[in-house]
């Protein structure tokens, strides 16, 4: 949520009810006035004096059944091996839900596996003209399309179920 700054008026200089003007000080005719506040700034305006904050990673929530049908072999999820707890989670439902025939699993390691990496960035920037080069996974790529459906792990985790019930996706008898 963007912060808003606003700049609070100078205390006044008024004598105190105890002072009477001779004892305070001198005081110009303006200074016993009112101050009016001070404007406040647009929350979308960056200050002059303040650091720039890094863009925090876009999420995408594409969904499986809106905009993106059931098919099989048709999805690629991207998951990380570290100590991820996102990762986690989903590679323990992907295996639980029996979707190993249907949905290709890509596990990151970092250093290594370069084209498991380049062939996600691809999916990001076909996901959006405005990527700001962060890879964030757990992500669920569309391989028709080449792009990232979703990058929000309970929606992921969702959709994996919806999967695991499809009839296209349960295994053969």
């Given at each position: ?94 295996a ?30 076909a ?21 990232v459906?979703s990058?929000?792990?309970p ?19």
């Amino acid at each position: 949520m963007p912060q808003t700054h606003v700049q609070t008026p100078a205390p006044s200089r008024a004598p105190s009810p105890a002072q009477s003007p001779a004892q305070g000080r001198a005081q110009s005719p303006a200074q016993g006035r009112a101050q009016a506040p001070a404007p406040t700034r647009a929350p979308d305006q960056p200050s002059a004096s303040a650091p720039a904050r890094p863009r925090p990673a876009e999420v995408l929530r594409g969904r499986i059944g809106t905009g993106f049908s059931p098919v099989p072999h048709r999805y690629r999820l991207y998951v990380a091996a570290d100590d991820c707890p996102s990762c986690l989670g989903i590679t323990a439902a992907f295996a639980d839900l029996g979707l190993r025939d249907t949905v290709a699993l890509t596990v990151l390691r970092s250093g290594s596996d370069p084209a498991g990496h380049d062939a996600l960035r691809r999916a990001y920037e076909a996901a959006g003209h405005d990527h700001d080069g962060t890879l964030t996974v757990p992500a669920l790529c569309d391989g028709w399309s080449g792009r990232v459906v979703s990058n929000h792990a309970p929606d992921i985790l969702e959709d994996l179920r919806r999967l695991s019930v499809h009839p296209a996706f349960r295994p053969a008898p």
